[in-house]
């Protein structure tokens, strides 16, 4: 028999059992037989693979009414199912059943798989506690003689479900949990809301994918938060990394829909709308709620396209037609250091001066970067970059050494918090003398008045002399740089802007040294 037809014949089996075996009836071997082809589509189940038919007899979930029912997948559960792979990439508007589907299927790829370990790592611990408990339901309301069998459990707390008997595990934990995932080996991995994980996303991200075998299965979903930051990066290059890209617009969601609009007051927008989507007059009813009531909001949390729903999440403080322009035509470094830290695209020039400006953080390997630019105090043009997690004397001495490197540099370093350490060091165990100075006192001091201006002296330097930058990971951080719902400004959930600020403090001090201020 050919492996396409073992292949078939499982599906046909697996079909069978779920046919003539009652849930009552399910028994180890009749799990182990399903959980090898959870991924069949057997004629019979119509279309269906084993994994939904068996998650539909078996699971039990919270109605919208509240009250427990059976796992009835909609249209967006089977939607994913049909075109899922072994990586995917969700983008979605909000409530659309997705992290409870993914829940069930990694749920029952746990209890028919011996020796399997599934991970969920939510944005909040709040959000990871919400999982746990549509897994906890699944679990509770499975057969006694299941759950007193083979799925007994041997620990069972608010952060995993044990079973022993078997030899799985089931984990939920929060994106903050520095420790989620290592020591793992994680078969199934589930990155819950990732466009609203903390600043270090893409390290998190990248550990927790070091600790799956190839064989894994990997599913990132999460509605837009900006342009920029983890999701959207790994929904940019999902083309180059395999993932197969899943885009859920609000309007699959059947329960989105309100008393059908009059069709004499449609819009042009609406009725290109229903001729493109085909959508009925209580969506379009719908619609206008959902905008009345979120504004601003509504493209990030109720996606209509894979564009705009990542433009219009998040306003930009920067002008993005001009950064994206420039991210196209930005030239790569002719050298790098550091393990690409830094990264050099015009080395010093015998007879220039530059400027190195200093945005220090607290060394550690959470958390901000400290950053630095370097600019050619004549033209304002970008030369070299640095972001990296130190501070304290390590990055005095750094800096120090590679501002002597370009023809003893003015050195710029923002006094505010870990600054005052990193100049004092600077100053005293470096003996650097080329201090940058405001009002007698070493450093640029950050105010409530000098970062506006700063900021906003960079966004025209953006618009008016692009050419003058070169690095592309500045560049990403100005596009997701926002006004903030406290009214000030800085990276969206899920990035970094210690780039940014290292800039503007560079075109300013520039700024001030070409106004003529004395530099003692």
């Not at 078996?58 to 796992?71: A, D, N, Q, S, Y």
């Not at 550690?364 to 033209?379: H, N």
């Not at 025209?460 to 690095?471: D, G, N, R, Y």
Request: charged share 25%; net charge neutral; glycine share 8%.
């Amino acid at each position: 028999m050919s492996e396409e037809e073992k292949i078939s014949a499982g599906g046909q089996t697996a079909a069978l059992l779920l046919e003539n075996l009652s849930a009552e009836e399910l028994d180890a071997h009749a799990l182990e037989c399903l959980g090898r082809v959870l991924d069949n589509r057997p004629r019979s189940l119509r279309g269906r693979t084993v994994a939904m038919a068996l998650a539909e007899r078996l699971l039990v979930v919270r109605t919208r009414e509240g009250r427990p029912g059976k796992l009835r997948a909609n249209r967006v559960q089977r939607l994913f199912e049909q075109r899922r792979g072994p990586r995917n990439i969700v983008l979605k508007a909000r409530q659309m059943g997705l992290t409870t589907w993914v829940a069930a299927r990694f749920f029952l790829k746990t209890i028919t798989r011996p020796g399997t370990l599934t991970l969920e790592v939510a944005h909040t611990q709040e959000a990871a506690e919400e999982i746990f408990r549509i897994v906890h339901r699944f679990l509770d309301w499975l057969p006694d003689g299941l759950r007193a069998g083979p799925l007994r459990t041997g620990r069972s707390n608010v952060r995993q479900i044990v079973f022993p008997a078997i030899d799985a595990e089931y984990r939920v934990v929060s994106a903050a949990d520095r420790n989620a995932g290592r020591g793992l080996t994680v078969q199934n991995l589930h990155c819950s809301e990732l466009a609203r994980w903390p600043a270090n996303a893409a390290e998190i991200l990248a550990g927790l994918r070091a600790a799956m075998p190839p064989a894994g299965e990997l599913v990132m979903e999460s509605t837009p938060q900006g342009v920029g930051g983890c999701f959207y990066e790994e929904w940019r290059k999902a083309g180059e990394s395999g993932a197969v890209r899943h885009f859920f617009p609000w309007w699959m969601e059947q329960r989105y829909r309100a008393e059908p609009a009059e069709e004499s007051t449609l819009t042009g927008e609406e009725q290109e709308l229903i001729a493109r989507h085909g959508l009925s007059l209580a969506q379009i009813a719908y619609r206008r709620r959902i905008r009345a009531d979120f504004r601003g909001l509504t493209a990030q949390e109720y996606a209509e396209d894979e564009e705009s729903c990542f433009l219009a999440s998040g306003e930009s403080v920067f002008e993005l037609a001009a950064v994206e322009a420039r991210l196209q035509s930005a030239p790569p470094p002719v050298e790098t250091r550091r393990n690409g830290e830094l990264a050099i695209w015009l080395a010093p020039v015998a007879g220039k001066q530059y400027l190195v400006a200093v945005d220090p953080a607290g060394g550690g390997s959470q958390g901000d970067y400290s950053a630095a630019q370097v600019l050619d105090i004549e033209t304002g043009l970008q030369c070299a970059e640095f972001a990296g997690h130190v501070g304290g004397l390590e990055l005095a001495r750094f800096v120090t050494t590679f501002a002597a490197e370009y023809n003893r540099a003015w050195l710029v370093v923002e006094r505010n918090n870990h600054g005052t350490g990193v100049l004092a060091l600077a100053e005293t165990a470096c003996h650097y003398e080329r201090i940058y100075r405001q009002g007698g006192q070493p450093g640029w001091l950050t105010t409530s008045v000098s970062r506006p201006a700063a900021i906003s002296r960079l966004d025209a330097a953006l618009v008016e002399s692009p050419w003058l930058f070169q690095s592309r990971p500045l560049l990403a951080e100005c596009r997701s740089f926002v006004r903030l719902p406290n009214g000030g400004m800085g990276a969206q959930a899920g990035t970094h802007d210690d780039r940014v600020m290292a800039m503007a403090i560079a075109l300013a001090a520039r700024a001030e040294m070409a106004a003529g201020r004395r530099l003692s």
